[in-house]
Nanobody, 124 residues
Framework: QVQLVESGGGLVQAGGSLRLSCAAS????????MGWFRQTPGKEREFVAA????????LYADSVKGRFSISRDNAKNTVYLQMNSLKPEDTAVYYC?????????????????WGQGTQVTVSS
């Protein structure tokens, strides 16, 4: 089992940047593929980005491709989401998730462990 804690959210103006972090504890972090999702009130939690165990493979939602970058540091048990050129529609609670087969997925049901989320608000 793994525990996940997100940080780095906040309020930023449109066009600005934020970097989210997700610190893991418990079972060996490098065992898991990791993902970032986001959710706004009344909507389904949606896929943002995912990264393989080694970091060699990544996936992005079309809405964030070219603006967001996912990375991981297995020595620090942490996965990051660098968010640039932020837009008001990026406003959401962002969650990190771990997938214990090590397979990179877009589907939230494939992820086994979730953090509590961190709020990102982008003002226009």
């Amino acid at each position: 089992q793994v525990q996940l804690v997100e940080s780095g959210g906040g309020l930023v103006q449109a066009g600005g940047s934020l970097r989210l972090s997700c610190a893991a504890s418990g079972r060996t972090f490098s065992w898991y593929a990791m993902g970032w999702f986001r959710q706004t009130p009344g909507k389904e939690r949606e896929f943002v980005a995912a990264i393989s165990r080694s970091g060699g493979s990544t996936l992005y939602a079309d809405s964030v491709k070219g603006r967001f970058s996912i990375s991981r540091d297995n020595a620090k048990n942490t996965v990051y989401l660098q968010m640039n050129s932020l837009k008001p529609e990026d406003t959401a609670v962002y969650y990190c998730a771990a997938e214990d087969l090590g397979i990179v997925h877009r589907v939230k049901a494939e992820y086994d462990y979730w953090g509590q989320g961190t709020q990102v608000t982008v003002s226009s």
